[in-house]
């Protein structure tokens, strides 16, 4: 029997089918609700803080200000260092506000009463002092630096790096056509179902329960903030209600509740209102504005400019990784390697920009993408002959490009040409145009690419067989939603050879999960799911080792089948439930091995069509999308399906409806009703595929990751696909009505 | 005020504006309904109040009083799935599933309410309910699909 490569069904969705699943305001903890006041200008002075009405309500236990929290707040929110180099940066302290408000919506008091009811009315109940002071929303605006968000930085710049590779210069003028290109992506909103949470619970050690993607990650920031040993915290994460990304931060609000728990000595808990989720992720928002050079013949030859990246007003833990990914991906699956792009990342007085679903991944895919259906537009060309002439031979792989990133395996050129052909490319495009003909505005559109995932340094699996010859599997990803733990299931039912059922697959509990990073960037089936193979071989080795003690043999004499533990000459054998029994019996007793596995990066690929439909009132709608991606080994194919589903409806979203709009008071300025996620209506039918003749990653599992590519290409695709329906140029996400109608 | 919760009768008191879900989720402790926004937006707190579909995050408890509610935590007695439920599985229709009760909830309406169902017709019905992870196909399909066992 084998796992591996079917469509087997999620492990744990009984209870999820059923309403029995525990996010964290599930959770039953004698506990005090935590409500916040926030700030209603961009940027002000906090003068004072009228607590005494508030006070006066029943049930209202305390309201504390940012000089009360940050005495148990000792350190800022830093980056993310495993990926961020911090040395380049120009960090400004982030805690709880105390003194100023930097961004409209910032927290500025926190009050903590008996029950959310009187949270929120206590909160209504605050007055704040506040002097409003100059403030820069526009990124444009703050790179002038008139105006600066953090006085003690001395500029709005927080990060300016220049990413050279072969001399662009010579290679523009050398070119026979040049053509200036501006891209952008707006801001918006990663909007998991689930708005953030937490509980933090204080009795000398800490016990956070907490809607995150990265537990470990959490503790160890935790610990390093309030100055408590890790070994004294405890993060635990229940079901997560979906996170792309916004879950991988760590919040002001978190951590004054956190606080608060610690300063009181009583639980705390917070649920974000769906309001207030909103303001605590905003994502995306950058510009690239530069030149590029090709030859008649479509081959590209130089891309010069610069990225301007927003940060909103402080540095979030992942934002950092923006402005250092985006412009070495550019070059993408293309051979292209003079480039000279200037990355900055700027401060406004706007809501902190954290990262969402493929972060940096989607950006430098639109901007690559963009440029090469240019090309194809300034010579008349077809886009897939402008991208075949482009991309990277199979002999040239493995590949370095030119800022260093050496892409493991693939064959992009196989891969465009039979996806052209699966997805039925130039039929739909004659379909279209027929179409056109009688006056429906309708198009088709494509774009290809190549991402980066299955991010190291490491991941841990435990592989732990019980006495009754059932097993435990723990894994130092964190899958929300995602499924990765049933196809992390089917790898180690393979490997071990026993029926999945026996298997359970935990995480997300730093106290029983020795280490871990979680799960972000597509990694955790190759990282995770690798760990697990490579712990799972190691147990079974012990159990041949019992075998042969219980068999009085040498460990070469035995050979393991199905469950069962065979003397090669005399065919005696023992059952799998036997040995498991015994090991917990005889010498050298326990069955548990753990694995910390290192790893590197992968890069899968693949090509993307959507077919569009405007209508008179300009509002487009993609009828249809269809993917074929080479995603290394597929595990469970309806899994990675449902990854292209979801990362492609919210492509739809990003491509035509989500705008995260800030007024020029620098407030959010839509609800959940008038920001347009897609629903059901929107969202379009899908076909996706997988390349049968897989590249492998070097992982265990042989597979790349799928999780963002759908989101990463997706909007090209769309916005592709928008401009064969209505014959606009259009290089910005979302496309709007007016844009599509100007 | 007085209901009826999934067949049992509650007796309790509440303040004015306590709204049905957090009196089903605090009060009664039925946490399968689910809160996603603060705008009748999402339908993750989708209940069944005398069988019609309500938004549960928008209605005072009081005005349930007397009234009938379902919610996901009634559709499945002993752990053992109803058709829905059996086909939301079988169908890969839920990823982080917490707009699945909701989900649920909304095609059990959909389901005693119309016979002969289309692919647009479900879409059209289930508009009210977002999900942000499957990208609604699979939950389309799972919805047919139970319409379908539910004939046979």
């Given at each position: 029997m084998s796992y591996a490569g079917k469509s087997i069904?999620?492990?744990?969705d009984d209870k999820f089918v059923t309403g029995r699943s525990t996010y964290v305001d599930d959770i039953k903890v004698n506990s005090l609700y935590a409500g916040f006041v926030r700030s209603n200008v961009p940027h002000g002075r906090i003068k004072k803080v009228n607590k005494e009405d508030a006070l006066?309500?029943?049930?209202?236990?305390a309201v504390l200000t940012g000089e009360e929290i940050n005495q148990l707040i000792k350190e800022g929110i830093g980056p993310w260092t495993t990926y961020v180099d911090p040395r380049p940066w120009k960090i400004p302290l982030w805690r709880?506000?105390?003194?100023?408000?930097?961004?409209?919506?910032?927290?500025?008091a926190m009050v903590l009463a008996q029950d959310k009811y009187t949270a929120r009315d206590a909160v209504e109940a605050v007055s704040v002092d506040l002097e409003p002071l100059d403030a820069v929303i526009d990124l444009q605006e703050a790179?002038?630096?008139?105006?600066?968000?953090?006085?003690?930085?001395?500029?709005?710049?927080g990060f300016v790096g220049n990413f050279n590779a072969g001399d662009a210069d010579k290679a523009l003028a050398s070119s026979d056509r040049r053509v200036e290109v501006e891209i952008s992506n707006e801001r918006l909103i990663p909007s998991p179902m689930e708005p953030r949470g937490i509980v933090s619970h204080y009795d000398g050690n800490l016990t956070i329960w907490y809607s995150t993607q990265i537990p470990h990650f959490a503790r160890a920031e935790f610990s390093r903030i309030f100055?408590?040993?890790?070994?004294?915290i405890r993060v635990i994460m229940p079901?997560?209600?979906?996170?792309?990304?916004?879950?991988a931060h760590i919040l002001p609000e978190e951590l004054a509740v956190i606080a608060a728990s610690i300063r009181l000595g009583r639980a705390v808990r917070w649920t974000a209102t769906r309001t207030e989720e909103m303001m605590a992720t905003n994502s995306r928002h950058n510009v690239f504005k530069g030149e590029i050079g090709f030859k008649s013949d479509g081959t590209l030859t130089a891309i010069k400019g610069t990225l301007d990246v927003e940060l909103g007003a402080y540095l979030t833990?992942?934002?950092?990784?923006q402005p250092t990914i985006i412009p070495p991906m550019i070059?993408?699956?293309?051979?292209?390697?003079d480039l000279m792009i200037k990355s900055q990342a700027i401060y406004t007085n706007t809501i902190p920009i954290t990262m969402y679903r493929g972060a940096s991944r989607p950006e430098a895919t639109f901007i690559i993408e963009r440029i090469m259906s240019t090309v194809a537009d300034e010579l008349k060309m077809d886009d897939v002959e402008v991208r075949m002439r482009n991309l990277i031979r199979e002999?040239?792989?493995?590949y370095t490009n030119p800022f260093g990133l050496k892409y493991d395996s693939g064959d992009y050129q196989t891969l465009l040409k039979e996806g052209v052909k699966v997805l039925e490319y130039h039929e739909m495009k004659r379909w279209a145009s027929q179409e056109r003909a009688k006056g429906r505005k309708v198009g088709v559109g494509l774009a290809y690419y190549l991402e980066i995932c299955g991010f190291g340094p490491y991941e841990f699996a435990e592989t732990r067989i019980n006495r009754d010859g059932s097993v435990i599997v723990s894994i130092g990803g964190t899958p929300h939603g995602q499924g990765t733990e049933t196809a992390i299931a089917q790898l180690v039912a393979d490997e071990l050879?026993?029926?999945?059922?026996?298997i359970k697959v935990t995480w997300g509990d730093s106290d029983t999960v020795p280490i871990g990073l979680g799960t972000?960037?597509?990694r955790t089936l190759a990282t995770a799911g690798s760990a697990a193979i490579s712990s799972s071989k190691q147990v079974l080795d012990k159990m041949r080792r019992v075998a042969a003690r219980v068999m009085n043999?040498?460990?070469?004499e035995i050979d393991y089948r199905n469950g069962e533990f065979i003397h090669?000459?005399?065919?005696r054998k023992v059952s799998w439930d036997v040995i498991a029994r015994e090991a917990y019996g005889g010498k050298e007793p326990g069955l548990s091995a753990s694995v910390v596995l290192e790893g590197d990066v992968t890069f899968p690929y693949g090509v993307h069509m959507a077919i569009v439909e405007v209508d008179d009132y300009g509002i487009a709608r993609v009828i249809e999308y269809r993917a074929y991606d080479d995603?290394?080994?597929?595990?469970n194919p309806a899994l990675a399906e449902g990854q292209i589903h979801g990362g492609g409806t919210q492509a739809v979203g990003q491509a035509l409806y989500e705008l995260a709009t800030i007024n020029?008071?620098?407030?959010?300025?839509?609800?959940y009703a008038d920001y347009?996620?897609?629903t059901a209506v929107e969202a379009p039918k899908f076909k996706s595929y997988f390349a049968e003749k897989y590249h492998p990653s070097a992982y265990l599992t042989k597979s790349k990751g799928v999780g963002e590519a759908a989101l990463i290409v997706g909007p090209a695709a769309i916005i592709r696909a928008l401009e064969d329906a209505t014959g606009k140029k259009l290089n910005k996400t979302p496309a709007l009505p007016e844009d599509i109608l100007q | 005020m007085k209901v009826k919760v999934n067949g049992v009768e509650y007796e309790d008191e509440v303040e004015p504006r306590t709204l049905l879900v957090d009196f089903l989720r605090?009060?009664?402790?039925?946490?399968?309904t689910k809160i996603?926004?603060?705008?009748?937006?999402?339908?993750?707190?989708t209940v069944l109040v005398n069988g019609r579909s309500v938004k549960?995050?928008?209605?005072?408890?009081?005005?349930?009083?007397g009234k009938e509610i379902l919610t996901i935590?009634?559709?499945?007695?002993?752990?053992?799935?109803n058709p829905i439920q059996q086909a939301f599985k079988d169908n890969f229709a839920?990823?982080?599933?917490?707009?699945t009760a909701g989900m649920i909830v909304q095609a059990h309406f959909i389901l005693s309410h119309e016979r002969d169902l289309s692919e647009e017709k479900v879409r059209d019905m289930i508009h009210g309910n977002i999900c942000r992870?499957?990208?609604y196909q699979n939950i389309v399909n799972a919805i047919l699909d139970a319409s379908r066992r539910m004939r046979a």
């Open positions: 069904k999620r492990l744990y006066k309500i029943r049930g209202v236990v709880f506000a105390q003194g100023e408000t930097k961004y409209n919506g910032e927290p500025i790179k002038k630096d008139k105006i600066l968000v953090h006085k003690e930085l001395g500029t709005n710049y100055g408590i040993p890790e070994s004294k079901d997560v209600g979906g996170g792309f990304g916004s879950k833990y992942t934002e950092g990784i070059p993408g699956p293309y051979k292209v390697r002999d040239q792989i493995p050879q026993i029926p999945i059922e026996r972000y960037g597509s043999a040498d460990v070469e090669k000459k005399e065919g995603i290394g080994r597929v595990i020029e008071n620098g407030q959010l300025a839509v609800t347009y996620v897609p | 605090d009060n009664l402790n039925l946490t399968g996603g926004c603060d705008t009748t937006t999402c339908g993750a707190c549960s995050c928008t209605m005072l408890a009081i005005q349930a009083n935590e009634g559709l499945s007695s002993d752990s053992k799935l839920l990823q982080c599933g917490y707009c992870c499957t990208g």
